[in-house]
Every structure is written in C-alpha cells, then in structure tokens.
C-alpha cells in the first residue's frame, strides 16, 4: 500500500445557477474525499463566476478496498438568514492519477474544467480543478510492539 498527498488546486467556478432571487449568490465549495472533507472561503459578491484559487491537502492511502477513488466537490450558496443552497456537485475519479502517481513518483492533472450536475441531474455550471498526487516514501521498520514498547528484532 502506497500513503501519499493528493493536492487539490480549485481555480474558479462558470455559470453557476442563481438561487437567490434578490441578491448574488455567495459560492463555497465542500471538497470531499473519504471521510477527509475541506470547505473553501465563501466568495462574497462574486455571483455566478466565482474565483477561488485554493490549495487543500488530502491523506490517501492507495491501493484500498474501494476500487474506484474519488474526490466530490459540492458547491454551496452561504444564506445568512436561512441554510445553505445546495447548487450542484461534480466527481472526480482519481484511480488514473493514484495509478500513475504509484508508477511515476508524482502525477498531476493540470486544471480543467468539470461540470457540475444540480439535484435533478441538470448541468448547472462548470468548475476548474487541478489535483496532484505525490506518494510519500515510507521506510518499514522490524520491530514488534509490547505493551507500549517497541523491540527490535536486531
């Protein structure tokens, strides 16, 4: 099993449908992989266009049990007065870029654009997103653990 860094770059976001009737909308993007989940700063005022230009950090552990790794980023409309708008979401399959980051060393899918599906399965937008995966070298240690206390085998 390889452990390694999937970097996460959300660039901006296009098109994005308008819930809020009198006012724009505030966009924020919930980034979730595993159980690991990361939330971007709400872009105030930036309507449907929104920029972001955010990096996130996720721990993974390659290959596992699920044979299809992916990453879900949910975009969000922030209400002050009432709960969050859910405007749509895209998913990202990482099984390619894991395979290749293992193989390579590093492998990196330079931003591109995503479109985003809304509740009813409708497009509602696009979001640019470049991911980087990076495996970690992990050296195996020969000792096995007693009650706390760790004895080598040499």
Not at 25 to 44: F, G, N
Not at 76 to 86: K, L
Request: charged share 25%; hydrophobic share 30%; glycine share 8%.
């Amino acid at each position: 099993m390889t452990i390694g860094i999937l970097e996460v770059n959300l660039v901006d976001a296009h098109g994005l449908s308008r819930t809020d009737f009198l006012n724009k909308i505030d966009p924020y993007v919930l980034i979730q992989y595993r159980s690991q989940e990361h939330k971007t700063s709400i872009a105030k005022g930036q309507g449907s266009n929104p920029k972001w230009n955010e990096k996130f950090k996720f721990r993974v552990e390659y290959p596992r049990a699920d044979k299809q790794p992916k990453l879900v980023l949910k975009i969000m409309d922030h209400d002050t007065f009432s709960s969050d708008d859910y405007l749509g979401q895209t998913t990202i399959y990482l099984k390619e870029v894991l395979e290749q980051g293992v193989a390579n060393g590093s492998a990196e899918l330079h931003p591109q654009k995503y479109r985003l599906v809304g509740s009813t399965q409708n497009y509602c937008g696009d979001m640019q997103v470049g991911i980087t995966f990076t495996p970690r070298v992990e050296t195996q240690t020969y000792a096995q653990e007693f009650g706390g206390w760790k004895e080598s085998q040499w």
